[in-house]
């Protein structure tokens, strides 16, 4: 098996309030010496421009947090692939928040991710279980689900990663165990198989109130290759630090 790259990917979210601010995290983790790592930054799309030009000398790669699923027409606020594309490296898609907030279900994450596939976009597919799920030993069956309802059909070799982010560890400060993540991976990784694609070439990210002190933990565990980072992003030392654990 060939190595796979590592990836720490910063999901700004709803933040910060503010361009100047947004500018200033940006300038920061631009500073960020990544290694090995391929660092990138999902700011909101109202700042995504300004900070990818704040970037521009830099290697962290500029993410959106969402994508239309059709590529233009009448579908007022949405974010189009292909402009994303001439200005980010990759999106995520299928984020939980969007999933709860924004109406995506499996057959609209699948459509958003070859939407985004289709311009060159790099993908991060994000899956996870809720609370409720997760108590009911569902988590294998969730992600078995939305891994397959999402890649059926995506073609071998496509730009593609996915974050497995429990619900129930996002934002909360209750990060899930390492052996949890390693395991949920191994999940992702058979149900990508099953669907053709080659799972061994695909990074496994973990997210879920990853922080500086608890990163080494995950940059440890079989089979996660990296960290999709909500709240500690916000925080350039911290960001700095999660990096480090995964040089
Ligand atoms: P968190 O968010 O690190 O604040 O828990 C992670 C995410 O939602 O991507």
């Not at 200033?24 to 900070?51: F, H, K, Q, S, Y």
């Not at 189009?80 to 939980?96: I, N, Q």
Request: overall charge negative.
């Amino acid at each position: 098996m060939t190595a796979r790259q590592r990836i720490v990917i910063g999901n700004w979210k709803m933040n910060p309030p503010t361009l100047p601010e947004a500018l200033d995290l940006a300038r920061a983790v631009g500073t960020i010496d990544p290694g090995e790592v391929l660092v990138g930054v999902a700011p909101p799309a109202l700042a995504l421009a300004a900070v990818a030009h704040a970037l521009g000398d830099t290697q962290v790669r500029i993410c959106g947090q969402d994508v239309h699923w059709e590529a233009k027409g009448a579908y007022t606020a949405g974010a189009s692939a292909a402009l994303l594309g001439e200005m980010a490296w990759g999106t995520l898609v299928g984020h939980s928040e969007v999933r709860r907030d924004l109406g995506d279900d499996d057959a609209r994450v699948g459509r958003k991710l070859a939407s985004a596939l289709g311009v060159g976009l790099h993908v991060i597919l994000c899956v996870g279980e809720s609370e409720t799920e997760y108590d009911a030993g569902a988590t294998d069956a969730v992600i078995e689900r939305q891994v397959g309802a999402a890649l059926n059909g995506i073609a071998r070799g496509a730009a593609l990663s996915v974050a497995y982010e429990p619900i129930w560890a996002i934002g909360t400060g209750r990060p899930a165990t390492a052996s949890h993540a390693s395991a949920a991976a191994a999940t992702v990784r058979r149900a990508m198989s099953a669907a053709g694609l080659d799972a061994d070439a695909t990074a496994v990210l973990y997210g879920g109130s990853v922080t500086g002190g608890g990163a080494a933990e995950f940059a440890g565990a079989d089979g996660i290759d990296g960290a999709l980072v909500g709240g500690a992003s916000l925080r350039a030392e911290e960001f700095a630090q999660i990096v480090r654990a995964f040089r």
